[in-house]
């Protein structure tokens, strides 16, 4: 049975080009590039080749890229090292931010005696300006505001220059958890104020386990993980050399194809919309119809006797969908950011994720075995 994959906001499958060039790397550049032999020169001309990739796509310098094992430490140590080395004691955010920041600001709160302010969200999950700058405006407190670009689960776009111009007019540092759109999106640091910027690999079609954060220069901060002087003493640890060729090779491929690949996921995207809303009248679109990530769609379907079986279901009809972020899928709470946007309890929240691997016949597929498993019964209240 072939299988459909829509959860690609989860994970992205690896390009076959990625996966050829980090063979290669794992056959013959086996050096460390910590060395100062051939093998370890090679290694290292190889890891700043793809430095010099990542920070030509945002527009940064290479001195301002390092190279992380992910989203999650990206932003742990964009948060914690503004703390800890640039005398923040103040951070705005928002609570439909990843768990990664929301759990780090806790720590933060806890064991530091940061202050912590929320600002406010509309039903979109769209970050109220407005009240930000409010906040930015009522304390004379060092403040990081820490602002992701995309919510991971709905979908909804921030407007991270607008973002940005406001806590250049407030001094405020500014971060954002970028995770879910770089190499989805054009981002370019010269044109937004920006101090803190994310990326993961997995997110575009590259290896898991390996990304990068992007500090801007004028921030100096200490290491996050300490060790010897790799990434000029700012990350200890031995580089995951292959990895990181892998990354930049998929975030090159991924930038190079932007416009084709965008425009064949945001056809997939309004058709399973305009499909599902034929088969369910009653479902809620969560995320902002105007602002929002083109390769998710977040559905939230009304009560059924087979909701909480849903996701199941469908995996076991050879479909991979999930709940919301893959970092909380064992989590019985349920979604973070579907309750804070006021969605029913009662419905069932749904995230599909596209990439360009997807056809309009797994669409097709998909909703028709949705059909099928939520016919209507005596509890199903679409007509």
């Given at each position: 049975m072939k299988r459909i994959y829509l959860d690609n906001a989860a994970t992205?499958?690896?390009r076959p080009e990625v996966t050829e060039v980090m063979m290669d790397c794992i056959k013959n550049i086996y050096g460390n590039p910590s060395s100062l032999h051939t093998e370890g020169r090679q290694a290292r001309a190889l890891l700043e080749r793809a430095r010099k990739v990542i920070a030509s796509s945002i527009g940064a310098s290479i001195g301002e890229i390092f190279f992380t094992s992910g989203g999650t430490?990206?932003?742990?140590?964009?948060?914690?090292?503004?703390?800890?080395?640039?005398?923040?004691?103040?951070?705005?955010?928002?609570?439909?931010?990843?768990?990664?920041?929301?759990?780090?600001?806790?720590?933060?709160?806890?064991?530091?005696?940061v202050d912590v302010d929320y600002v406010n969200v509309d039903a979109h999950g769209r970050a109220d300006l407005n009240h930000l700058r409010s906040l930015l405006g009522s304390s004379d407190k060092k403040t990081l505001v820490s602002l992701m670009h995309a919510n991971n689960e709905i979908g909804t776009l921030n407007d991270i220059a607008t973002i940005g111009e406001i806590c250049k007019e407030h001094k405020a540092l500014f971060h954002s958890d970028t995770v879910q759109t770089i190499g989805h999106y054009p981002i370019n640091v010269?044109?937004?104020?920006?101090?803190?910027?994310?990326?993961?690999?997995?997110?575009?079609?590259?290896?898991?386990?390996?990304?990068?954060?992007?500090?801007k220069n004028t921030n100096i901060i200490k290491p996050f993980i300490d060790g010897?002087?790799?990434?000029?003493?700012?990350?200890?640890?031995?580089?995951?050399?292959?990895?990181?060729?892998?990354?930049?090779?998929?975030?090159?491929?991924?930038?190079?194809?932007?416009?084709?690949?965008?425009?064949?996921?945001?056809?997939?995207k309004n058709y399973m919309e305009k499909?599902?809303?034929?088969?369910?009248?009653?479902?809620?679109?969560?995320?902002?119809?105007?602002?929002?990530?083109?390769t998710v769609l977040n559905v939230?379907?009304?009560?059924?006797?087979?909701?909480?079986?849903?996701?199941?279901?469908?995996?076991?009809?050879?479909?991979?969908i999930s709940g919301g972020s893959a970092c909380s899928s064992g989590s019985e709470k349920g979604s973070h950011v579907i309750q804070e946007i006021g969605t029913p309890t009662d419905y069932k929240s749904?995230?599909?994720?596209?990439?360009?691997?997807?056809?309009?016949?797994?669409?097709?597929?998909?909703?028709s075995t949705l059909?099928?498993?939520l016919s209507p019964s005596s509890n199903l209240k679409t007509a």
């Open positions: 992205t499958a690896i430490e990206s932003n742990n140590m964009a948060l914690k090292c503004a703390v800890r080395d640039l005398g923040v004691n103040r951070i705005i955010t928002s609570k439909v931010e990843h768990h990664c920041v929301l759990h780090s600001v806790d720590t933060l709160k806890a064991f530091n005696n010269n044109a937004v104020n920006i101090n803190f910027l994310s990326g993961a690999a997995h997110k575009f079609h590259g290896p898991k386990g390996v990304g990068f954060i992007y500090i010897g002087a790799q990434e000029r003493n700012m990350r200890g640890g031995t580089e995951n050399v292959s990895s990181i060729a892998g990354m930049a090779e998929a975030l090159k491929i991924g930038l190079e194809n932007l416009e084709e690949e965008t425009r064949h996921i945001t056809d997939l499909k599902l809303k034929g088969i369910f009248p009653d479902i809620i679109i969560n995320g902002c119809p105007e602002d929002s990530l083109y939230s379907f009304p009560p059924h006797e087979k909701s909480e079986m849903l996701l199941m279901l469908l995996d076991i009809s050879g479909i991979s749904i995230r599909f994720s596209f990439s360009h691997y997807n056809t309009l016949s797994d669409i097709d597929e998909t909703c059909g099928s498993i």
